[in-house]
């Protein structure tokens, strides 16, 4: 069965300090996504990125980066120059490529920003 | 932009009593979804729907729960008799294929009473 793992349950940074949430994941799939969800505090889930395990590329956006490692079974996200919009709760997500639809996620990890 | 509309954003209800929740998901997306977070915790699928049935169910969508599209827009969830356990915000999800990114609309949260 499929599994995300996010052991940071709540970080608070200063506003401009770089952050990185980790998420870990457990699949016996060969094909696999991973996702990252924001959940500001007005509570819908927004979707920041998607990626297939096939795609090990790391991302950037802006002052978003993903790092995928494969071999450590981790897709980390990374903040750079953390705004207090930056506020929320973050999820981690799976979902199996084959036949499944349903997104596992992790428990979320709450980032706070202050100013 | 397109997005997941969800009503009511709110619902209070008495336990025992049947409850409907409504989506209406992007408008060419194939794939539906419903999940569900309890206050302060992960968010956990239910149930996705695709080609007018059921792809997959959860564990806790059990005999109570009932999905339809009933037309060409909207999706819902029914819950047949609430129980306590089933105040959560409940969010409607809709991807244009199974393995793309879903997009959440904004929630309804259930409170059971």
């Known amino acids: 069965a499929q599994k995300v793992t996010q052991a940071q349950t709540e970080i608070s940074v200063v506003e401009k300090e770089d952050v990185t949430l980790d998420c870990v994941y457990e699949?016996?799939?060969?094909?696999?996504?991973l996702f990252w969800y924001k959940q500001p505090p007005s509570g819908e889930l927004v979707f920041l990125i998607r990626r297939n395990s096939f795609d090990e590329q790391n991302e950037i956006s802006g002052r978003y980066s993903w790092n995928f490692q494969k071999s450590t079974s981790s897709f980390n996200f990374t903040i750079t120059a953390s705004q207090v919009v930056d506020s929320a709760v973050y999820f981690c997500?799976?979902?199996?490529?084959?036949?499944?639809?349903?997104?596992?996620f992790g428990k979320g990890t709450k980032l706070s920003v202050i100013p | 932009e397109p997005e997941v509309t969800q009503t009511p954003s709110h619902q209070v209800t008495q336990m025992g009593q049947e409850v409907i929740l409504r989506c209406v998901p992007i408008s060419n997306h194939l794939y539906f979804y419903w999940y569900r977070q309890i206050l302060g915790q992960k968010v956990e699928f239910l149930v996705s729907f695709y080609n007018n049935e059921i792809s997959e169910k959860s564990e806790i969508f059990d005999d109570q729960f009932s999905v339809e599209r009933p037309d060409g827009s909207n999706f819902t969830l029914k819950i047949r008799s609430t129980k306590l356990e089933d105040s959560a915000m409940y969010f409607c999800?809709?991807?244009?294929?199974?393995?793309?990114?879903?997009?959440f609309g904004p929630g309804t949260r259930l409170t059971v009473l």
């Open positions: 997500a799976l979902t199996e490529g084959a036949g499944s639809y349903q997104l596992t």
């Open positions: 999800a809709s991807s244009s294929v199974s393995y793309n990114e879903q997009f």
């Open positions: 699949t016996r799939d060969t094909t696999y996504y």
